[in-house]
């Protein structure tokens, strides 16, 4: 890709942020560097710092891209969630999310970000409620929401890394939905046995 087909709108923070995104895909986390970014933005060494104070920042503006990508697509796959079967729905887009986009995933989860950035939390913050909203429709009897949301979110985020890693089946699409499914319908199968079983001691 040639320097100027990158940056030629003088939208600097887009192209860094597009610049960043194509490292990490090519090369993952380890050649991502704000001089390399310049480089393939086609601006000067020290551009990207009008927007950016370091990788991290910079990091957190692509993670942030991230999310909002993430909330489109989960939305895409189920527009009203209400019940298991829908949450089931979404939590297939959410792995394969993931495994279309393993760089920007892993750049989302797995690279450290900037904690102040307002962006980065706007955009964790939505994807959360989205979680809660979703939990709280396919069941509205629960007693505690937050942890419910909790519980979903880290079995599907789970899988998704799971999948990612190569610990489960991804020889096909239809493979990684049977797997997302069973194990997600197999949490909501066994919540009744759980409340049911008597307490120990």
Do not use: N
Not at 55 to 75: D, T
Request: glycine share 4%; aromatic share 6%; hydrophobic share 45%.
């Amino acid at each position: 890709m040639s320097q100027s087909s990158t940056y030629h709108h003088g939208d600097l923070r887009a192209a860094c942020v597009r610049a960043a995104r194509e490292l990490l895909e090519e090369d993952g986390s380890a050649g991502l560097s704000l001089r390399a970014v310049a480089r393939r933005a086609g601006v000067s060494a020290t551009a990207p710092y009008r927007h950016y104070a370091d990788r991290e920042a910079l990091v957190s503006a692509v993670a942030a891209e991230g999310y909002r990508e993430l909330a489109e697509h989960l939305a895409a796959a189920h527009p009203a969630p209400s019940t298991p079967d829908d949450l089931a729905a979404v939590a297939v887009a959410y792995v394969r999310f993931a495994l279309e986009h393993p760089a920007l995933f892993r750049a989302m989860f797995a690279e450290p970000c900037d904690p102040t950035s307002e962006e980065r939390v706007a955009a964790t913050q939505a994807i959360s409620a989205y979680v809660r909203g979703l939990v709280r429709d396919a069941f509205p009897g629960t007693d505690d929401t937050d942890a419910l949301s909790t519980t979903v979110w880290a079995l599907v985020h789970g899988l998704a890394f799971l999948h990612l890693d190569g610990k489960l089946d991804t020889s096909t699409p239809e493979a990684v939905a049977q797997q997302v499914r069973a194990s997600v319908f197999a949490l909501f199968t066994a919540s009744p046995a759980i409340r049911a079983a008597p307490a120990a001691g």
